[in-house]
């Protein structure tokens, strides 16, 4: 597997997530699925919370001061309300919770992955730019022997013209 990137192709920045996408909504993808989940989260939610004290309070209300007496005190209407509320809430709550904990380890392990790839391609990098600095090195060093070769060669070149030019020079005045 090449970890070079392709000029041409677009780079996919979610790739390590796809394994994991049949992890993304906590009961499905239909309509009940997504309507029950919504439902799981809202109970929680302060609208929730203010919602049902609100209707604990007028419920109590009206049955203790005799506004109506469909549920009166110990409230068992009220009571069987609560009980059933709980027994559909908290399969929801907790199933939501399981599939929340299964997609965190999911993005986790995705997390993972990523940062070992780049963990990978980073060392990749340094080892060809040690490449390339040796490389580098390397040619400056036949750099500098060539230009010292040009200098021993120029220098030799000078010495051969000076004793050539001697030579033809002491030729002459001899004739």
Request: glycine content about 2%; overall charge negative; charged content about 20%.
């Amino acid at each position: 597997m090449s970890h070079e990137p392709n000029d041409n192709a677009p780079v996919d920045h979610l790739r390590f997530l796809h394994p994991h996408a049949h992890l993304g909504p906590t009961f499905g993808t239909d309509k009940f699925a997504l309507r029950a989940e919504a439902f799981a989260r809202f109970f929680g939610t302060p609208t929730f919370l203010g919602a049902q004290t609100i209707v604990v309070v007028v419920w109590v209300c009206l049955n203790l001061f005799g506004v109506t007496h469909f549920d009166v005190y110990p409230f068992i209407l009220l009571n069987l309300a609560f009980s059933l509320q709980s027994a559909y809430a908290a399969p929801l709550i907790l199933l939501a919770q399981t599939r929340q904990a299964a997609r965190d380890k999911a993005q986790s392990e995705a997390d993972a992955k990523h940062r070992e790839e780049l963990a990978v391609i980073n060392s990749q990098r340094q080892v060809q730019a040690a490449q390339n600095t040796a490389q580098l090195l390397q040619l400056l060093e036949q750099n500098t022997l060539l230009t010292q070769m040009t200098k021993e060669l120029t220098e030799r070149i000078e010495s051969l013209t000076s004793e050539m030019h001697q030579h033809f020079v002491r030729k002459d005045e001899l004739k």
